[in-house]
């Protein structure tokens, strides 16, 4: 990943009594009265409350003032009138009106900065002296600028040039005010010197000025880069006047369109609180008749605002833009990016109907009928299904370089809809879901390739592979999709394919330890290019297949915090079952002791509040996987295989497909088929069939070429046939099969249980010295795992069999020390280095 850039901060507390009577002594050398100090350093703390800077503020205008702090070189003595010192700064009593003293010492200072702290915190000789010119050019220079209370002070000469301006700027930076940055740039040394200089005006000239000002600015920027440096200090300087001028005026044209420049800008930076703000005040000028004499530039302003106001979460001000560029968009394609937000607004918050009829509202207008009758929509989605197999069959092995580019906004509309559609219609309707998909994927092969076509063609090959078991066509539109998000105009799209392919789709035919990586290659992706949902849900199927894979169970707890707290200040709803899967590692762990593992509570979630939140919803399914998985390792049966029965079928139908699907159909299987030994009649029969249905998935899984449930299959052979009664050894070449897939396919998690469960098995059959082995391997790799709480359990109930055995299993520290912790197998993997 790539590193994040390295911030220090220096932070200087105030000074005490003490230190300013150091400070003063070093100032001074030996040239003061040995503790005479004391007095004058009670008087600065008194008078700039400590700060640092203000202390030698202070110590500086006293210098300035006569009679006050002086140095004597008749007595080589500093020498200063406390009395006189109180008497004449006894105005001065903040930092604030230090800082206006400081000021009145210098007629250069007090003339030029009143107006460069009105240009901002960075000031340029060249602006600055336009500025002045077009001042003293209207007969404002002479109101804005004051003259200095100190007659020592150099006469100020207003400026025939840049260089001249430049030289007085020199001058307030010798004197303290300024810091040169570059050439002809300066900045202001502290903010309160910038607000002190503001102060001289007072408020009465800064309201009658800052209009005048600030149109002085812009006449005096030549070019585009010098208006964009000092849009918001003028806007600031405009706004207020703006809303006072009569419609008729022109200028207030002229700052809508300063306003809409300067929300462009806060957009860019995904600054969408203050772009609201800035478009707020753009529409507010806008004239009564905007849609009829001015339509272009009303459409582009009331669409930009709709869709900051939509980063900002602001449901009102989406509303209130959009519904009039939906009232009076002169046709569809004037309306599409509002009708596109609306249905990304609508998903996000959990209405994906209406982002469904908003899609079909768009789709309608470009001439894209979709049936509403059932029975209609049914054979379109089968014919649609036959056309666009046969046409992305005969296409997929194009090279991407090859295929044709489509240009006409309405295919790129289309296309840009129905990708939209998938999404949405994957929550409400899996007919039109497939329909939007067969049809999309049809048009990249007939009209050519859009930005949306690799989301697409990713979509298409996740439903061949899942819902029609044709993993060779899924796996090639999964790798076409990936070339195609890395090609052109699709960039922004990798994310989204990422989680679609890497963590939806490859994983049945492709290693769990080859696609891993490149789902933190998503969340990255999505991060950098501002898809924070896309990014988490990569993040959700990296920490699934690192738990898949066996990965150290401390690692994934790290990544489980950094990516939950990412998704939360993102404001990624997605963000709670992050959450889940980090209290389920906790538990784990051993980090969050309970007495019941399943009840999924502890530090960083209550389960019950999920619960009384979704009830058995959809948005509850992820929790109860949680769950089954923690019924599986911590061995409670009874409660996973009931819970199987019960809810697993809605659990599985919400993920089939999904990374994490896999080891679920399997925690399932070995759970009802354990119950299924331990139980008699109905409830048997039940368990075993369970058992059973989820079995052959598995067996069909592996048939198919699916290289990460192999051991699955092995493990669960074994089990089915400890309820059938078979031959021991046929029961123990189905655990060595098991054993050999796990170890060779490095799943750590994996090889840990199945030894767990041949151990039983050989305790059962009265096998002492292979129980003894295999529950030692168990341990040994569970607590390898970082699986403290299992191995706790465990110890415990295999105590009075194992007896002296256990001393030899290393504790939590000696394999914390010998760094067992690292995961070996994955040592290729780097986790997010993001956060």
């Known amino acids: 990943g790539q590193c994040p850039a390295l ?17 003063l002594e070093t100032l001074f050398e030996t040239h003061a009265a040995l503790g005479s100090t004391l007095g004058l350093a009670d008087i600065i703390l008194g008078k700039t409350g400590g700060n640092s800077f203000w202390v030698i503020e202070f110590i500086q205008l006293l210098t300035k003032k006569k009679g006050l702090l002086e140095y004597n070189a008749v007595s080589n003595m500093w020498e200063w009138d406390e009395e006189e010192i109180m008497l004449q700064t006894q105005s001065t009593n903040n930092i604030a009106s230090v800082m206006k003293e400081l000021l009145h010492q210098s007629n250069v200072a007090c003339r030029l900065l009143p107006v460069a702290a009105c240009l901002g915190s960075t000031i340029s000789a060249t602006t600055l002296f336009r500025v002045y010119k077009s001042l003293e050019t209207a007969g404002f220079a002479t109101k804005a600028m004051n003259g200095s209370s100190n007659s020592d002070s150099p006469p100020f000469v207003p400026p025939q040039n840049v260089d001249a301006m430049e030289e007085q700027l020199e001058q307030c930076t010798e004197e303290g005010f300024l810091e040169r940055i570059r050439p002809e740039i300066y900045c202001f040394i502290h903010d309160q010197v910038q607000e002190g200089a503001l102060d001289l005006l007072g408020k009465s000239k800064v309201a009658e000025l800052e209009f005048q000002i600030g149109q002085a600015v812009l006449s005096s920027c030549e070019t585009k880069d010098e208006l964009n440096d000092l849009i918001f200090p003028v806007l600031d300087m405009l706004n207020p006047k703006a809303t006072k001028l009569k419609q008729s005026d022109p200028q207030r044209l002229q700052i809508a369109k ?140 194009l090279d991407v370089a090859d295929m044709p580019v489509a240009k006409d906004k309405k295919t790129k509309a289309i296309m840009r809809t129905l990708d939209k559609m998938s999404t949405s219609a994957y929550f409400v309707n899996e007919k039109l879901l497939a329909l939007s998909i067969f049809t999309a994927a049809r048009t990249i092969f007939k009209t050519g390739f859009t930005e949306n076509s690799c989301t697409i063609l990713a979509g298409y090959g996740f439903a061949m592979t899942i819902k029609l078991g044709d993993y060779q066509l899924g796996e090639k539109c999964a790798y076409r999709a990936i070339e195609m998000s890395h090609h052109g105009q699709s960039q922004n799209f990798t994310s989204r394919v990422a989680f679609i392919t890497y963590g939806m789709n490859l994983p049945w035919m492709t290693p769990l330890h080859t696609t891993t990586p490149r789902l933190l290659d998503g969340v990255q992706q999505g991060i950098q290019s501002g898809d924070f949902e896309s990014a988490i849900f990569c993040a959700n199927f990296y920490v699934w297949s690192m738990f898949d894979c066996g990965f150290n169970l401390g690692r994934i707890e790290s990544q489980c915090a950094a990516f939950t707290r990412l998704g939360e200040d993102f404001g990624i709803k997605f963000a709670i079952v992050l959450r ?79 990374v994490g699907t896999t080891t679920l159909r399997f925690a399932n299987a070995l759970s009802c088929y354990h119950m299924a030994r331990e139980s008699q009649g109905g409830r048997k029969r039940k368990y075993l069939s369970f058992a059973k249905k989820s079995h052959k998935h598995i067996k069909d899984w592996v048939e198919k070429g699916n290289p990460n449930c192999r051991h699955y299959a092995a493990l669960l052979n074994a089990e089915a046939s400890i309820v059938k009664g078979d031959h021991p050894m046929k029961i123990v070449r189905y655990f060595d099969e098991a054993l050999a897939f796990a170890k060779k396919d490095s799943f750590l998690r994996d090889e840990a249980l199945i030894s767990e469960r041949y151990a039983l098995f050989w305790k059962r059959e009265g096998g002492r010295e292979q129980f003894e082995s295999k529950a030692m391997t168990a341990l040994t790799l569970y607590q390898n795992w970082g699986a403290h709480a299992i191995v706790s359990r465990l110890s415990d109930r295999w105590k009075l069999d194992l007896g002296p055995l256990l001393d030899e299993l290393p504790s939590r520290q000696d394999i914390m020390l010998s760094g067992a912790d690292e995961d070996s197998s994955m040592s290729s993997v780097t986790d997010v280095s993001l956060f």
Request: net charge negative.
């Open 258 to 397: 300063l306003n809409q420049s300067a929300a462009a800008q806060a957009m860019k930076s995904s600054s969408f609180e203050t772009a609201s703000w800035y478009y707020r005040r753009a529409t507010s000028l806008l004239p009564p008749d905007r849609w009829t004499k001015h339509y272009s530039l009303s459409l582009n302003m009331f669409t930009a605002a709709a869709l900051a106001a939509a980063g900002n979460g602001d449901e009102d001000a989406i509303l209130e833009y959009s519904d009039p560029v939906q009232k009076y968009g002169r046709d569809i394609y004037d309306k599409l990016p509002v009708y596109h937000m609306l249905m990304d607004w609508f998903l996000m918050q959990e209405d994906a109907q209406k982002s469904v009829d908003i899609g079909l509202t768009i789709l309608s207008h470009l001439d894209v009928r979709v049936p509403k009758n059932e029975v209609f929509l049914t054979g379109s989605l089968v014919s649609g299904l036959l056309k666009s197999k046969s046409l992305v069959t005969k296409n997929i092995d």
């Open 580 to 658: 889940g899967f980090w209290q389920t590692m906790l538990i784990l762990m051993g980090e969050d002791e309970t007495e019941n593992p399943c009840s999924l509570t502890g530090s960083q979630l209550q389960l019950h509040e999920i619960e009384a939140m979704y009830h058995e919803t959809p948005d509850i399914s992820p929790f109860r996987k949680f769950q089954m998985f923690l019924a599986l390792y911590f061995s409670e049966h009874k409660f996973g295989a009931d819970m199987a029965l019960d809810v697993a079928e809605f659990v599985l139908g919400e993920t089939e497909g999904n």
């Open 7 to 23: 911030s220090r901060k220096i932070i200087i507390q105030d000074l005490g009594l003490s230190e300013i009577e150091d400070l």
